[in-house]
Every structure is written in C-alpha cells, then in structure tokens.
C-alpha cells in the first residue's frame, strides 16, 4: 500500500509532490512508519526484478 501511494502520489517524479511526511498522514501512521513499510515494499519488488534472472 505504501509503495502504490507513493507512486501514485508522485513521490518518485523528479520533482516530488509529495512528500513522505504528507504521505504517512494520509495514511495514518507516522513519517518513520511509512519509510519502513516504503523500505520493505521496494525490497520485495527489486527481490522479484532480480531473483527471475534478468541479466545486469
């Protein structure tokens, strides 16, 4: 969920529209909170990216 907010919100863009504190209010959950869900949800995505074999 936070990694989908994140996207979708612009947290990514060059230019970020949102910030990590404004996200994790929206959510409900401290700043802290967010960026270890955030941590956890883009470890698991980069395990898949390079655990199916996708030479470098």
């Known amino acids: 969920m936070a ?3 994140a996207y979708v919100s612009g947290y ?3 230019q970020r529209r ?3 504190s404004e996200l994790a209010a929206s959510m409900g959950i401290s700043r802290a ?5 955030l941590r956890a ?3 698991k995505l980069l395990g898949e990216f390079f655990d199916r074999g996708i030479p470098d």
Request: proline fraction near 6%.
């Open 3 to 5: 990694l989908r907010k």
């Open 12 to 14: 990514f863009d060059p």
């Open 18 to 20: 949102a910030s990590g």
């Open 33 to 37: 909170t967010f960026h270890q869900h």
């Open 41 to 43: 949800a883009q470890r």
